[in-house]
Nanobody
Framework: QVQVVESGGGTVQAGGSLNLSCAASGTIFGINVMGWHRQGPGKQRELVAT???????NYADSVKERFTISRDNAKNTVYLQMNSLRPEDTAVYYC???????????WGKGTLVTVSS
């Protein structure tokens, strides 16, 4: 069984920062891409950022220059440092882990980020 657990969400004022963490555990191996998606109120889920096992990041245009994704392969953990937060960043942030060399896909339950103006 595989568990994916996010942490670090909360409420912050516009311009502030938050750091999200996501740890994958259980019978999981061959992890390649780890990433973050989000779903805002009344919106569809969208990609925020991903990072390969070799550390190559990819960002949505809306978060470039403000968010930084990183990972610790030894801990099966991915992080999302979010700076200069905006009200439109308000969303539930979900962690996604692709493992078994991309054949399996696991999601966390999400962590809520609220940015007040």
């Amino acid at each position: 069984q595989v568990q994916v657990v996010e942490s670090g969400g909360g409420t912050v004022q516009a311009g502030g920062s938050l750091n999200l963490s996501c740890a994958a555990s259980g019978t999981i191996f061959g992890i390649n891409v780890m990433g973050w998606h989000r779903q805002g109120p009344g919106k569809q889920r969208e990609l925020v950022a991903t990072i390969t096992s070799r550390g190559m990041p990819n960002y949505a245009d809306s978060v470039k220059e403000r968010f930084t994704i990183s990972r610790d392969n030894a801990k099966n953990t991915v992080y999302l440092q979010m700076n200069s937060l905006r009200p439109e960043d308000t969303a539930v942030y979900y962690c996604n882990v692709r493992w078994l060399n991309g054949m399996m896909d696991s999601w966390g339950k999400g962590t809520l980020v609220t940015v007040s103006s």
